[in-house]
């Protein structure tokens, strides 16, 4: 690594990778499921109190409420329970990718995907804890706020209260859109640092401050341009996915017979897929880039119990071709991440974390040269031993 602007430009390379993607398309099937699972409970179990057939015939796989037109009242907890359950798994799955990339840049090309995992989950306090101890901490000077707003309706006291503590109360409140701020770099960057390094909850958040004060125009030009790499990959793999289908559904169709099994299959496995919202720019980018070829149909096709679970099979791999377009977009953001972070510690700090395998052997080496020191002094002494107890006996 050259430790500057141009690596960043690396980060389409090295986030194409099969291990990186399969880690990540992992991540939204596990976190899309458990988020899936909730919702459907907080749909059935919510104010209106939704069957299950309507419910699936409305949602498919992935129910999304509208705010203000999705009435679940007490039920909310469930969905947010569940919005919190797949950020947490795919922060997760981003800090597995940190890890697969630090060793990559290390030299270490077959570094193992369980690895990554194990080690990202072992993190999981840094990772999760970070973001929620700012939140605390906002809600804690939010609170301090009412309370002053409180104190101001006591007649006359209150109001001079108000007047004498306006501002230490202004700078507060300037204080918590700056930890705004810093919160939203935490949720951002703070995955690839616990994955990176290993760091506790006071590290991440050290290093999330550190990286915004010290580094701040550098850390907003970088993740806007990791962004568009992220997204633009996204995009391109979702169009040759696209034409990928295109000419499977009429390679399949080809020699298909008048029966129509295939168009059957075909419309059904499309059915299960969520309906794309009646906006016209959504329409045109899904219809050019997304992997389907039409918005889903409103009606079922009928058709025999085969071809019926056929189209259910086709609509699952439908997800996960899915998932797998929007994981490259992951893979990207997450190296792209790492690189970042590399970057930015090399500069304000001028630590190498690409060093730590160096590190780390040279301590191991010391280590095993101290033990066979301590071995050979043990012999020399048993040696010894044995000399004076054979000069006594002569």
């Not at 209106?48 to 796989?61: H, V």
């Not at 919190?84 to 290390?106: P, W």
């Not at 706020?145 to 507060?172: E, N, S, T």
């Amino acid at each position: 690594m050259k430790f500057n602007f141009t690596d960043i430009l690396r980060a389409p390379r090295i986030g194409f990778s099969a291990k990186k993607i399969w880690v990540a398309t992992l991540g939204l099937l596990i976190g899309t499921v458990l988020y899936s699972i909730l919702t459907y409970c907080a749909y059935i179990f919510g104010e209106i109190g939704w069957d299950l057939t309507s419910l699936w015939q409305a949602c498919r796989y992935i129910p999304i409420p509208i705010i203000g037109e999705t009435h679940f009242g007490w039920a909310w907890t469930l969905w947010i329970l569940g919005l919190a359950l797949f950020v947490g798994v795919n922060f997760i799955s981003i800090g597995a990718i940190s890890k697969l990339t630090i060793e990559q840049l290390r030299g270490d090309e077959f570094y193992e995907i369980t690895d990554a995992v194990k080690y990202s989950m072992k993190q999981w306090k840094a990772v999760m804890l970070s973001p929620l101890v700012l939140m605390i901490f906002i809600a804690s000077l939010l609170v301090v706020g009412f309370v002053c707003g409180l104190i101001g309706r006591i007649p006359y006291a209150g109001q001079l209260f108000a007047g004498m503590f306006f501002l230490p109360v202004a700078f507060g409140a300037i204080f918590i859109v700056y930890l705004g701020i810093v919160l939203l770099v935490s949720l951002i960057i703070g995955p690839s640092i616990a994955g990176s390094s290993e760091s506790d909850v006071f590290d991440t958040l050290f290093e999330v401050f550190s990286c915004l004060n010290d580094q701040t125009w550098r850390l907003i030009l970088w993740e806007i341009l990791v962004g568009l790499f992220a997204i633009i990959g996204t995009l391109v793999l979702g169009w040759i996915v696209k034409q990928g289908l295109v000419l499977m559904e009429w390679g399949c169709g080809f020699w298909a017979g008048p029966r129509g099994w295939w168009d059957i299959i075909w419309t059904r496995g499309i059915c299960y897929l969520p309906a794309i919202p009646t906006i016209d720019w959504i329409e045109k980018v899904v219809s050019r880039v997304a992997p389907v070829l039409i918005i889903a149909p409103p009606t079922w096709s009928t058709g025999n119990w085969a071809e019926i679970v056929g189209g259910f099979l086709v609509g699952v791999s439908f997800y996960f071709i899915l998932f797998f377009v929007i994981a490259y977009g992951v893979s990207i953001w997450s190296a792209g991440q790492t690189l970042i972070y590399t970057v930015l510690v090399k500069m304000k700090d001028e630590k190498n974390l690409l060093e730590k395998i160096e590190e780390e052997f040279e301590e191991e080496k010391i280590e095993e040269e101290t033990t066979e020191k301590k071995i050979e002094e043990h012999k020399e002494e048993e040696k010894h031993d044995k000399d004076k107890e054979k000069e006594k006996k002569h």
